[in-house]
């Protein structure tokens, strides 16, 4: 609920989401608000990997199935149990997955950016499985249920693309699922160290705080700080404002 996200956010260090009628939710009647725009073109729609064997034809029939919808950072675009009477697809921006317990603390997935979609979870009706907050400013395009069956049953490449992306999304739920249950927190960090790290000169450079990482990880900050410190200590790290670092080959055991 409102209060489990809010204490969850400010545990985090960012502001309390928006929540309720972000530029114009839908109802629980599924009649959109006022946040709806236009609709989206077909050049927009040619960049989404499901829509990429479609002709410009295609493209066009299904484009007037869809409707452009608007988040700003911070939105909390859905809360885990609600149902979501549309299939949405990102055209620009990127959310966040993720879990709240009664205590406000969180377990995050990996951020999803432009070409993935949600709801994907709710396609037989039943509730969403995990909240999603809008980290950047969100753009997506929606299609009501009912509409995208018929437009699956019309273009069975649509089909097969979207069951390719959802075993994907199974294989990697599964091997998180797996780090989680068997690997210690030490390894857990070291891998979304390496997993987010990208080249600068002769070292590797994670964005990330130290909450942001526990929050990934299952782990608390506290946790999470010992670990930095004892690796800053050993030279493997170096950290700076929410930047780390990693200098050398890290080691295998904490």
Sequence with gaps: DRTHVCRAAAA??????R?????GDIDSRGTPGPGYMTKPSTDELATVPLFQTLSERDLEDIAALFT??????????????????VFSVILSGRIQWYWTDG?????????????????????????????????????VAQIGMS???GMLLRHPSVSWALIQDLVARLRRMTTATRTLGMDEVYTRV????LARGSRNGDRLEATLTQAEIGARVGATRE????????????????????????????????
């Excluded at 929540?19 to 530029?23: A, F, L, T």
């Excluded at 951020?111 to 969100?138: R, Y």
């Excluded at 930047?243 to 050398?248: F, K, V, Y």
């Design 147 to 149: 509409d995208l069956q």
């Design 68 to 85: 452009l919808r608007e988040y700003p950072r911070g939105a909390v675009v859905a809360t885990e149990g609600q149902h979501l009477p």
């Design 12 to 17: 985090a260090g960012r502001p309390a989401p």
């Design 103 to 139: 205590e406000g603390r969180e377990l995050k997935l990996t951020p999803e950016g432009p070409g993935g979609h949600f709801a994907d979870t709710t396609l037989g009706g039943e509730p969403v499985l995990m909240s999603i907050l809008a980290i950047e400013p969100l753009r």
């Design 190 to 193: 070291v891998k979304l160290l």
């Design 223 to 254: 946790m999470v700080g010992r670990i930095l410190r004892d690796l800053a200590r050993g030279g493997y790290i170096e950290m700076a404002r929410g930047r780390i670092a990693i200098l050398r080959q890290l080691p295998r055991r904490w």
């Design 19 to 23: 929540v309720g009628n972000v530029r």
